[in-house]
Structure formats: structure tokens, C-alpha cells
């Protein structure tokens, strides 16, 4: 399996507070993604990043920013945490000259 | 813009029967496409890729797909359906120089004992 762990894994905020979720990589892949899973819409696509410092907006990034500052490291922060971002928070990584992705666990966020 | 389809978002097959999961794709260049399968409360996995090579493909856990540019699809097949099969399926497309994938809705897939 691909080393991509997430944290964490389960959070429960409240909203209009902040959340800031990790995804850590030990593969020294030079993409990564993060998406959001919602019954009935699939994965979307947040933000994504093709190396340190460079990320770029995905269909649904309204509301989240995204950093990267080293290989190994992409988070994703909800500045003011809505009921409409509860979902499950997939971080993905990939390599050229493969366009497959590698998942991580998922982080699942309930915002009340 | 590329996307995909995936017909019956609920699948249901008999244990030993036979497994179609289908996809449908629209790309104005040469798509690559991907089967992905997620157990409950796991990330995804990928069970095939196709990227331009052998049109059939096959993949782990004994699933196989078929890629046809004359009806847009990549269905997902397996001759014989294992209790152990009962996930959610998503089938992906990208293309060369596009390093995001685009997600189907996905299929969940229940094996009646």
C-alpha cells in the first residue's frame, strides 16, 4: 500500500470554527489531491497540488485553502467550518508518468 | 471537459453469478480510464487502468474491463461473484498531460448469499 496517512481521522467541529486536515505521504510523489465524498455525487475534486508551494483549484473550492510546503505534507483548512462541508475528506497521491492516484484512509467531518 | 457515467448507482448480483458494472465516458481526446474500488470506511483502490495499450484489461481480484471507442464504455466484469466483492465501485477518466481524474458517481454492489 501507498504510505498516505490522514489526520486525523474522525473530527467533529462546530460551526464557524476552523479545521485545518492533514495528509502526509511517505512516497515522495509530486501530486497531490484532496477531494470530498458525498452519497450520490461521487469524488470531487477540492484542490490539488504538482509540487511544493504550487496548488491549484479543483470544481469545488469554495471555502477551502490548501498548503504545501514540503514534499511530504498537503493540508487542507476550512477557515470558517459550514454544515454544508460535513463529508469524508479523501487526500490522494500521484507520480508521473502515471496518472493513477493512491488513496489515503479518508477523514470523516461532521460540522454541527 | 471529460466525464463519466456510471448506469445503477445499486447492483445487485447472486453469489457465482456474473458482475457488469457499467461506464460510460465522453472525452474529446483519447481518454485513459481507471476502476477503483472502495470497502466500507477504506480510501479507494485501484483495480484496473487502461491507457491506451490492450483494450482488455484485467485487474486484480479477478475483474477485467473492456475498453470500446465505438460506444464509450469501460464496463467492469467478473465471471463469478464472491460475498467478498461487495463494495462500491467508481470508474475515472483523465487523459494525457491531465494530471486530475474525473470520478463517476459509483455503483455500490451487493452479493445476495
Known amino acids: 500500500d501507498a504510505g498516505i496517512t490522514q489526520s486525523p481521522r474522525h473530527k467533529v467541529t462546530e460551526t464557524g470554527t476552523p479545521v485545518t486536515l492533514r495528509c502526509h505521504q511517505t512516497?515522495?510523489?509530486?501530486?497531490m489531491y484532496w477531494y470530498r465524498q458525498d452519497p450520490g455525487h461521487g469524488l470531487r475534486l477540492i484542490h490539488y497540488s504538482y509540487g511544493v508551494k504550487d496548488t491549484d483549484k479543483g470544481e469545488v473550492s469554495d471555502g477551502y485553502s490548501v498548503s504545501r510546503s514540503k514534499t511530504e505534507d498537503f493540508l487542507l483548512t476550512l477557515e470558517s467550518a459550514t454544515s454544508s462541508q460535513t463529508s469524508v475528506y479523501f487526500c490522494?497521491?500521484?507520480?508521473?508518468?502515471?496518472?493513477?492516484?493512491?488513496f489515503g484512509p479518508g477523514t470523516r467531518l461532521t460540522v454541527t | 471537459a471529460q466525464s463519466v457515467t456510471q448506469l445503477g448507482s445499486h447492483v445487485s448480483v447472486s453469489e457465482g453469478a456474473l458482475v457488469l458494472l457499467r461506464c460510460n465516458y465522453s472525452?474529446?481526446?483519447?481518454?485513459?480510464l481507471f476502476w477503483y474500488v472502495q470497502y466500507p470506511n477504506q480510501g479507494l483502490q485501484l483495480l484496473l487502468k487502461y491507457t491506451s495499450a490492450a483494450t482488455l484489461v484485467k485487474g486484480i481480484n479477478g475483474f477485467e474491463a473492456e475498453f470500446k471507442k465505438s460506444e464509450t464504455s469501460f464496463h467492469l466484469t467478473k465471471p463469478s461473484a464472491h460475498m467478498s466483492d461487495a463494495a462500491e465501485y467508481f470508474c475515472a477518466v483523465t487523459s494525457f498531460g491531465n494530471e486530475k481524474l474525473t470520478f463517476g458517481t459509483g455503483t455500490r454492489l451487493t452479493i445476495i448469499p
Open positions: 490522494a497521491i500521484s507520480a508521473p508518468p502515471s496518472y493513477e492516484q493512491y
Open positions: 472525452s474529446s481526446v483519447p481518454p485513459y
Open positions: 512516497e515522495n510523489h509530486r501530486y
